[in-house]
């Protein structure tokens, strides 16, 4: 039986993750920041020890800090430090702040939009 595979609507993001899906559904800024900040809250000590020495600190307050740290992550990749570190788990924090950027992009662009449209 060939069984076709559901439609990816999730915008190129892999949802396995609960976090994943909960930034997915979120609706607002507040909702990712919070949402971000309680993923990196289950980060442990010693999982923050596996990341670049200037990446171990990352906490979010707000969506300004979202491309900060999507930027920094991505440039302390060990391909660009030459330093090791832990390429998955520097993949898997990546991804979720890549994953929440794109999210505000996207509730900025609807707000933009709904404020151009004129009510009825």
């Not at 930034?23 to 990196?40: A, F, N, P, R, W």
């Not at 990546?94 to 992009?105: G, M, T």
Request: charged share 25%.
């Amino acid at each position: 039986m060939n069984r076709q595979a559901p439609e990816d609507t999730t915008t190129g993001f892999k949802t396995s993750s609960v976090w994943h899906r909960q930034l997915e559904g979120s609706e607002t800024v507040k909702g990712i920041v919070s949402t971000l900040q309680d993923y990196l809250d289950t980060l442990t000590p010693e999982d923050l020890a596996r990341l670049p020495e200037n990446c171990r600190a990352v906490r979010v307050k707000g969506d300004d800090d979202l491309e900060y740290w999507t930027y920094k992550l991505s440039r302390d990749h060990p391909a660009h430090t030459g330093t090791w570190v832990d390429s998955a788990l520097l993949q898997e924090v990546f991804n979720h702040f890549l994953h929440a950027s794109v999210r505000v992009s996207q509730i900025h662009r609807a707000m933009a939009k709904a404020e151009e449209s004129p009510a009825h």
